[in-house]
């Protein structure tokens, strides 16, 4: 087989065959085939797309590249949850114990920030001790004793993912469907859940920003993902605004304390209740309004907050953090944005305030940048609230002093105002299965 034919059958719009995709797949993973031709073959795909069969073949040859975790000494049904990712989404903070304090198993591997998108590794190792990465065994334990582990992705997960995606992202592919598909559902199936449920993001903070593209991904995922053996789903949900109020690693871990013992923001907390009575829903026969029930019941009386202390703590973190958040240390300077004039919080832009978030030092703008877990901000308006001109709209926390100016003037930019109230938007748009 000739890597020179796959590219020119895909060029020419024929549709590859399994063999064809798995000897790229290998052989771009062990180095055999070159940069050059592979991101030929990408921008192929990228013009001419791959049906359902081809996708399918290209997620399982990826997941397939590296380990497959095995689940199944795990007793019980086993679910995850993914998320295209977004700007102050802390829901697997909040959603992995709730499930979990319910008698479902979460063996979840997150990932890290990158871009505007916040990431759940970076924001757990923003607790003191938290460790993040777990040998095998110790992994499926604790999934066992407690229903729950939370790490990152280990180094050997998907690893033709990470060649491709690397590839994408310099080559101009990355917004292309297939290779989407691919890469997200080769790490989730590569992580072993029976159960997946997807929450596809849509708005100006994800990277879908039109509700059909978004239906389009959520359906290309659901269906892969059973194809591949899989009980998924996925939730359409708004990144047209930030989820809740705190952008930055310990601000949204305290923020999803305050979700956990039943306070915090209302969009985040019915996003995340969303979230958990579908991932319930997937494992049981049980009617949704049960599972809503159960989740509510579970956030109300206190069990999915002991279970988040209780990952915490088994995970080596110190557990005072959470039930007493004073104790994260605080960034040097906070400085107060103002509202420039009255009226209504017309639009945001999510993506553009979670690059204002890495200006402060919250995220990476490079792989091997380091997270100042104390940076972000805190929003006290959001699209559709009235303001008057000087009201304090949004707090910045940084330890980086000369950052401030610029990344008021870009948080301002990011925002419109209005007259009227803006048309109100849906926080759950669909569900797809
Ligand atoms: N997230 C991924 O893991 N892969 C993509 O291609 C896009 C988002």
Do not use: W
Request: proline residues 3%; contains cysteine; aromatic residues 6%.
């Amino acid at each position: 087989m000739r890597m020179y034919d796959i590219i020119q059958r895909k060029r020419d719009n024929y549709e590859l065959t399994d063999e064809q995709i798995r000897y790229f797949v290998k052989g771009y993973t062990d180095g055999s085939i070159p940069d050059y031709q592979a991101a030929a073959l990408l921008m192929a795909i990228y013009f001419n797309g791959m049906n359902d069969h081809e996708t399918t073949t290209l997620t399982l040859s990826m997941a397939e590249s590296g380990d497959m975790i095995d689940l199944s000494s795990v007793k019980g049904i086993t679910v995850d949850k993914h998320s295209t990712g977004g700007v102050g989404d802390k829901t697997s903070l909040i959603i992995a114990p709730c499930v979990a304090s319910l008698g479902f198993k979460v063996a979840k591997m997150s990932g890290r920030g990158l871009g505007h998108t916040g990431g759940t590794v970076d924001k757990l190792e923003s607790i003191p001790g938290y460790r993040t990465s777990l040998d095998r065994n110790e992994f499926i334990d604790n999934v066992n004793r407690i229903g729950i582990a939370l790490v990152g992705q280990s180094g050997n997960l998907a690893p033709a993912d990470k060649k491709i995606y690397a590839l994408r992202d310099v080559t101009a592919t990355v917004g292309c469907l297939p290779l989407i598909v691919s890469s997200i559902m080769s790490k989730k199936i590569a992580a072993g859940s029976q159960n997946i449920l997807l929450d596809v993001k849509v708005g100006t903070g994800s990277f879908t920003p039109k509700l059909e593209d978004a239906i389009k991904l959520a359906q290309k995922m659901v269906d892969v993902g059973k194809l591949a053996g899989r009980k998924i789903a996925a939730l359409i949900t708004n990144m047209d605004v930030p989820l809740g109020k705190a952008i930055g690693n310990s601000m949204e871990i305290i923020e999803a304390c305050e979700i956990l013992q039943n306070k915090g923001p209302a969009d985040l907390r019915e996003v995340c209740v969303e979230l958990s009575a579908y991932m319930v829903l997937l494992c049981t026969n049980d009617s949704y309004e049960n599972c809503r029930k159960k989740v509510l019941e579970s956030l109300e009386n206190g069990s999915a907050y002991n279970k988040f202390k209780q990952l915490v703590s088994v995970q080596g973190g110190d557990s005072t953090y959470i039930d007493n958040p004073d104790l994260f240390k605080k960034a040097t300077y906070s400085y107060d944005i103002k509202a420039t004039q009255s009226g209504y919080v017309f639009s945001m832009d999510t993506a553009c305030i979670g690059e204002v978030s890495l200006m402060l030092g919250a995220g990476r703008e490079k792989k091997e940048d380091f997270i100042d877990y104390e940076a972000g901000i805190y929003i006290h308006a959001k699209t559709g609230d009235k303001v008057e001109k000087g009201q304090v709209i949004a707090t910045l926390h940084t330890n980086r002093k000369h950052i401030i100016h610029e990344a008021e003037l870009e948080y301002l930019k990011t925002l419109t105002f209005s007259k009227n109230a803006p048309p109100h938007q849906k926080l759950i748009y669909q569900l797809v299965k």
